[in-house]
């Protein structure tokens, strides 16, 4: 399973953005994906998941501002972001869990929002 992640940029606070996440590969092996960000000391803070019957999970942080979709058909996942704020400034990372306990990472897509 390999994950490609997109849609991060530039915003002033208050604005909004939408990061895709589109798997390929052996995609039938995924349960759940989900989205994290680098948090000081290069650690990974979650910011949302989701299953594949579809509940979602968030950090308390970004409850009410960003919302967690998956698209079963393109294998894809997508975090809207509203409502930014300069401490959701950061590289964010699509995740995937697959079937045999694996944990899979695309690449970071940074996130900037200024004040």
């Known amino acids: 399973v390999q994950l490609q992640a997109s849609g991060g940029g530039s915003v002033q606070a208050g604005g909004s953005l939408r990061l895709s996440c589109a798997a390929s590969?052996?995609?039938?092996?995924?349960?759940?994906m989900g989205w994290y960000r680098q948090v000081s000391g290069n650690r990974r803070e979650l910011v949302a998941t989701?299953?594949?019957?579809?509940?979602?999970n968030y950090v308390d942080s970004v409850k009410g501002r960003f919302t967690i979709s998956r698209d079963g058909a393109k294998n894809t996942v997508y975090l809207q972001m509203n409502n930014l704020k300069p401490a959701d400034t950061t590289v964010y990372y699509c995740?995937?869990?697959?079937?045999?306990?694996?944990?899979?990472w695309g690449k970071g897509t940074q996130v900037t929002v200024s004040s």
């Open positions: 989701i299953a594949n019957n579809g509940i979602p």
């Open positions: 590969g052996s995609s039938w092996k995924i349960k759940n």
């Open positions: 995740s995937a869990d697959l079937d045999s306990g694996e944990d899979v």
